[in-house]
Each structure stands twice: as C-alpha cells, then as structure tokens.
C-alpha cells in the first residue's frame, strides 16, 4: 500500500484549484475532502447545519478511513482536506496513512472570501488552529518539515512553486497540468456541498490566478471580519515563515 498523498489546508486556499491541478496530471485518483461530509452529515458530525437533520452513518468517519485504505491498496490517491474537519481522529494511523503536505493563505485574503459564502462561519471552521495543530503533529512524529507552499507562491510564480513542492514529495513535475480547460460542471460533480457553488471561480478557471471579487469585504470593514483575522493571523504568520521557496 502506497501512502495517500494529502494536501491540507484551510477553506478557501485555493486548495480545490491544486487538486483540479493534480487531477490535470492524470496519474492519480484524486478526492476532494473526504471528511466533509463526515463533519456537516455524519452521526459523528463536528458542525450542525440545521436542527431537523437526519445523520448519514455512511459518512461516520470509520467508513471513511476505512474506503480510503482500501483504495490506497489499488490505486495512487491524492486527498486535499481541512484539519477542522478531521484533526480529532488523527491517531498514528491516521498519520502512517498519509504523506502529509500543506498549504496555506493568507487571512486577509481568505476570509472575506469564506465570509461571503458562509457569513456565520465561526474561527474553528476558519481551520488555522487545526491546520497548524496537524502541522506541528506531523513534525513531531516524523521529526521533519513536511512540504507547506503558500497561496500568494502559488498565484505568482506556480511553475517554480510547484516544480518545489513536486521535488519534495518525489513525484515528477508536469508543467503541462498547470493550465487547463475551464472545468465547468465537471469539478460541481465533484464537490459535496450545496451542488458546487463553492467552486465555482476554479469551475471557470484555466489555471492559478488572481481572482478579485468586488462584492467581498475587506477585513477592516467589519467587525466579525476584523475579530476573525486576528485570531487566524498568529497561525498563519507562524506557518508561513516554514513554506517551500526557491531558496529552499
């Protein structure tokens, strides 16, 4: 059995564009947050959408774990998830099942990203405390840095930034998967939530890029906004000063 290879990042990371990136390789099968609908619709679920929902155990997170390694047993399998969906489970298992990679971006530029979608979101589905929890957990039972990139890396200079993050995982670089057709409908099959609409920007991308919504608020601009990003900015700064950069 070959180790899952696993991104884990925060929401709104530009994660979903990275995996469709990966699924542009064509030499894995790639599955987009295994563990969200454990947390949201699961009987063990983290997160209450609504008081008068019915708990799915086909999403408990036993059964979860349990089709992952058996698809690792056939198949070469790249997960991206969030921490905050997950992190309680994490037990030696679960970090031996893994190769552990991370991204992460910067919470000025995240939240107000997530808070247009989810105005009610709170800091624990922020996810920089169970990002920076699973970080500091991988490197304690490896003993080494485990590969992180940046978002803004990542938009800027995405040859460089991933021809890195692929030599630290031994996997070779496919510049050729860096661009791609607008993927439409096809990556909405893919997302567990709400018929696609969080992925709508990667639905009509070609590539990593900047992306400047008008409608979003600015962190200064609101309170709740404000309140959030200084309780994300600590983990952030911390994680940041450990991301995969040419002098690397």
């Known amino acids: ?19 469709w990136m990966m699924k542009n390789r064509g030499d894995f099968v790639v599955l987009h947050e295994p563990f969200g609908p454990s947390a949201y619709y699961s009987e063990d679920r983290l997160f209450q959408l609504r008081e008068d929902f019915q708990p799915k155990p086909e999403y408990n997170y036993e059964l979860v774990l349990e089709n992952l390694i058996l698809m ?17 489970i994490v037990d030696e298992q679960f970090l031996l099942l893994f190769q552990h990679t991370f991204l992460i971006r ?13 105005p009610d979101l709170t800091f624990e589905e922020t ?23 940046d978002a803004g890396d990542l938009v800027q200079d995405p040859t460089s930034t991933l021809q890195f993050y692929c030599e630290s995982i031994g996997i070779p670089f496919m510049p050729e998967a860096l661009t ?29 890029g900047e992306t400047i919504n008008s409608q979003y608020l600015k962190v200064n601009d609101n309170e709740r906004l404000k309140s959030l990003y ?19």
């Open 230 to 248: 200084d309780l994300c900015l600590p983990y952030y700064e911390k994680l940041y000063g450990y991301r995969l950069r040419a002098s690397s």
């Open 106 to 118: 910067d919470p000025a530029q995240m939240l107000p990203s997530y808070f247009h979608k989810w």
């Open 72 to 88: 690792s047993k056939k198949k070469q399998i790249f997960v991206k998830d969030f921490p905050c969906y997950f992190i309680h």
């Open 180 to 208: 791609w057709e607008p993927p439409k409908e096809k990556i909405k099959e893919i997302s567990w939530c709400e018929g696609g609409t969080w992925v709508e920007t990667v639905s009509a991308s070609q590539g990593f």
């Open 1 to 19: 059995m070959d180790k899952i290879l696993s991104l884990w990042a925060t929401p709104r990371s530009r994660s979903t564009a990275f995996m």
């Open 127 to 149: 996810g920089y405390q169970q990002l920076d929890r699973l970080f500091e957990t991988v490197v304690s039972f490896t003993g080494e840095i485990p590969p992180l990139i």
